[in-house]
């Protein structure tokens, strides 16, 4: 899964932050450099922004993992290539469901706190910013363009991340919060109604991505996820996954029988091919006499016609000295 902790490797960065262990995976690195160079950029951008992410996906992380050890939990941070989760090793006592809530919303809340106190900082120096495409406050622009450019990723991503999550699509955090607050209502099917919940709110940001966003990125990520819910609504109803089930083994059954057919015709026609060319060849080796008694015929006339022209040449010849 792409959104599961990955494995440890030798590349990883650890390190701890106060107490709390955090490790970054390197495909985080990566990921994170590809989508900076995905558009016009330098290597100052591209340094800015690969910062801007890692502290803004910390600072996100952070927040569960402080309320998750609030409550009970032993937490450790790993930043990955799809973004970072915080998880638990251990538990002293299990979470109520408010508290469970309430975890699932401090990574996004931490988030926009973090924005809100960047926002009142440059505002608190005089200066005017943006956020989100917003322009805040009435002060001049920040003295360095660099600097500018610092803020503006910072309040962009804290902004923007803690938004994407709150969408109720597994395994974001608003779907944790729909999850809860659906089990509440009905334990027994509250789980698979929020996969569903998860199936078309995914199939909407489809629909956004492609059409409002313009970001084909943004389609294929919320399909793919759209995708996996529906794979876990399969499961959770004890069926065989979508690969499994009778209409792919249909599916699978006709292809089958339609590459046998293509291949049959294509044995066929080579074997027609093959007795065509063997029948032309045949033609051909049955009119070779012919063509060569022709050749002989031609060839006696020929010789019959230069006799003839022979002939009277010599009487001219001897007619001419006896005169």
Do not use: C
């Amino acid at each position: 899964m792409l959104f599961e902790e990955p494995a440890r490797s030798k590349y990883d960065l650890s390190f701890n932050l106060g107490r709390m262990p955090v490790r970054v995976h390197p495909a985080f690195w990566i990921i994170t450099v590809l989508f900076a160079i995905g558009g016009p950029s330098t290597p100052t951008t591209i340094l800015v922004w690969v910062g801007a992410i890692f502290v803004s996906i910390l600072v996100h992380e952070l927040g569960h993992a402080l309320l998750m050890r609030r409550y009970g939990l032993s937490p450790h941070i790993v930043l990955h290539g799809m973004g970072g989760l915080a998880a638990a090793d251990f538990g002293l006592r299990s979470q109520s469901r408010r508290e469970r809530i309430l975890i699932a919303l401090a990574g996004p809340g931490a988030g926009f706190l973090f924005a809100l106190l960047l926002v009142g900082l440059v505002l608190g120096l005089g200066y005017r910013t943006h956020l989100l495409g917003l322009a805040i406050g009435n002060g001049a622009a920040l003295p360095s363009p660099t600097l500018q450019l610092v803020i503006a990723d910072l309040l962009y991503i804290n902004a923007g991340w803690g938004l994407v999550n709150l969408i109720p699509v597994h395994p974001l955090d608003g779907a944790h919060v729909a999850e809860e607050l659906l089990r509440s209502r009905d334990p027994e099917r509250g789980t698979r109604n929020s996969l569903w919940v998860s199936v078309v709110a995914g199939a909407i940001m489809v629909v956004v991505g492609l059409f409002v966003l313009d970001s084909p990125f943004v389609a294929f990520l919320f399909g793919y996820l759209a995708y996996l819910s529906f794979v876990a609504i399969q499961r959770h109803r004890g069926l065989p996954p979508p690969s499994a089930s009778k209409g792919w083994k249909r599916l699978r059954e006709r292809l089958r029988r339609t590459r046998r057919k293509v291949e049959l015709r294509v044995v066929e026609t080579a074997a027609k091919q093959s007795i065509e060319s063997q029948a032309r060849m045949e033609e051909k080796a049955a009119s070779k006499p012919e063509i060569k008694a022709e050749a002989e015929e031609m060839l006696r006339s020929l010789s019959e016609e230069a006799r003839r022209v022979r002939k009277p040449s010599s009487k001219i010849g001897h007619g001419r000295e006896e005169d």
